[in-house]
T-cell receptor, first 115, second 115 residues
Framework: EAGVAQSPRYKIIEKRQSVAFWCNPI?????LYWYQQILGQGPKLLIQ????????DSQLPKDRFSAERLKGVDSTLKIQPAKLEDSAVYLC?????????????FGPGTRLLVL | AQKITQTQPGMFVQEKEAVTLDCTYD???????LFWYKQPSSGEMIFLIY??????QNATEGRYSLNFQKARKSANLVISASQLGDSAMYFC????????????FGTGTSLTVIP
């Protein structure tokens, strides 16, 4: 079974530029998560999708971040314009359902450096 | 409020010895799941072990066991017979039932296994 795929793996941009990340979850997984992990910290949830609907985006900085999950499969996360403090690893994860018993499976992450 | 606390920023253990990584949590939910993840330097989060709030027995997965003390709200990870490949960041996470099923992560513990 293929795991969660993310691209690109690394990205370097200058502040005020825009950037987009792509995630393809494990086939059949209904729930998809985007996390931001700043160096030395635990992952912070940015947005959670259930199929193609948003369950929680309370911690997404909506003035600059946007995310979509068209057709309930793959997803894109965009930052426009980027700030220095956006430098982090962006992790995508998926889980089969919203059951308490289910873990989430993570992709390799995208390391973003904003100069 | 939902909160996960990991008080050990860094731990060292001798190869083949056992080590305990501490995790305490705070939630008003009666139903929740507790998870431990390993994050090697490569960055990918790897699921290790799960404990449900209603599980009476401590979870075990190979060399990993979870010391669950519900009254103390603690869910410590025990790694037996440490191996050099166990050197990584370890994150404790909680998934409460009544808050949209999102995962809350601690700040992590860096484990170094000494040969």
């Amino acid at each position: 079974e293929a795991g969660v795929a993310q691209s690109p793996r690394y990205k370097i941009i200058e502040k005020r530029q825009s950037v987009a990340f792509w995630c393809n979850p494990i086939s059949g997984h209904a729930t998809l998560y985007w996390y931001q992990q700043i160096l030395g910290q635990g992952p912070k949830l940015l947005i959670q999708f259930q199929n193609n609907g948003v369950v929680d985006d309370s911690q997404l900085p909506k003035d600059r971040f946007s995310a979509e999950r068209l057709k309930g499969v793959d997803s894109t996360l965009k930052i426009q314009p980027a700030k220095l403090e956006d430098s982090a690893v962006y992790l995508c994860a998926s889980s089969p359902s919203r059951s308490l018993l289910e873990t989430q499976y993570f992709g390799p992450g995208t390391r973003l450096l904003v100069l | 409020a939902q909160k996960i606390t990991q008080t050990q920023p860094g731990m060292f253990v001798q190869e083949k010895e056992a080590v305990t990584l501490d995790c305490t949590y705070d939630t008003s939910d009666q139903s929740y799941g507790l998870f431990w993840y390993k994050q090697p330097s490569s960055g990918e989060m790897i699921f290790l072990i799960y404990q449900g709030s209603y599980d009476e027995q401590n979870a075990t997965e190979g060399r990993y066991s979870l010391n669950f003390q519900k009254a103390r709200k603690s869910a410590n990870l025990v790694i037996s017979a440490s191996q050099l490949g166990d050197s990584a960041m370890y994150f404790c996470a909680m998934r409460p039932w009544n808050t949209g099923n999102q995962f809350y992560f601690g700040t992590g513990t860096s484990l170094t296994v000494i040969p």
